[in-house]
């Protein structure tokens, strides 16, 4: 009767387990022959996931990434994946200001077309600071990102439709942003939480001030996702958060899913400023739908970026 017991539950556990990890694919078919997408940390994780789906349709795939050495050796696997050869990567980090500049430029002068930007890089809850003197977690998931949108901005603009689609996350509900202290940085996790908060609002504004110009924006939650963002802890911290990851969490090719929904769903086009989990729409919580908020940030993100 022991073993029958031991045997029933490791089915329901497995059962629970897959059904927690079920996800949608993306099922629009449309190509993106003669289209340009830019992806930043498209070197690993749902970055690579996401720019081998999208190379596979025709476009051009641009990864944007700190670490050139991986980069190449991502974009070799990226082209082996899709059978594409239209993959190259370009360098820029994130946590530095004046390297996004200096990106920006490069890519303005050698390519003539921008359709989808996918803010896909980011850094988990660390106490770190960038070298403009930032929180690193608000400095490379929001700051950084911001900057850059903006700096290509007119591009989208001019290969309208286009589309920004900003990676984010379902903890944002678990804390507010402190305007008076946008560069928190003393619980780890917490720290995280609004930057991704920060990722939400982003995304809203950017969907209004863009608003007729053929530009749309969306904020994606992958899920929790199977990636490599343990590489920053130590071993013990990474061998117990493995062993959860592979139970609970998804693998990168299903997060990307509703990244690439987002890139190329007509339907998708029709939430614009939408927060989008599982390939559908989903509500956010009211205090992260204040547009009073997201533009008090916005002007925030203006003057600490040097930008307005």
Known sequence: MYVLYT????LVSFLVLKWLKKRKYCTDTKRLDGKTVL???????????TAVALARRGARVIIACRDVERAEKAVREIKF??????????????ANLRSVR????KFLHIEKRLDILINNAGMPSLLDWTDDGFSLC???NHLGHFLLTNLL????????????????CSIYKYQKLDFQDLNYNLLP????CRSKLANIYFSQE????TEGKGVTSYAVHPGFVQSGWTCHFSFLFRLLVGVIMRMFFVSCEMGAQTVVYCAVSDEAAKHNGGYFVDCRPATLRPFARDPGVAKKLWEASERLAKLS
């Open 81 to 94: 994946r899709s059978h594409s050869l239209n993959v190259v990567q370009m360098e820029v980090d994130l």
């Open 102 to 105: 200096e990106f920006c430029k």
């Open 39 to 49: 992806i930043t940390g498209g070197n690993s994780g749902i970055g690579k996931e």
């Open 206 to 209: 950017l969907a209004h001030i």
């Open 138 to 140: 608000f400095g490379v």
């Open 153 to 168: 901005l007119h591009r989208l603009k001019e290969c309208a439709p286009s589309r920004v689609v900003t990676l984010t």
């Open 189 to 192: 996790f917490f720290t995280y």
């Open 7 to 10: 045997i029933i539950a490791c």
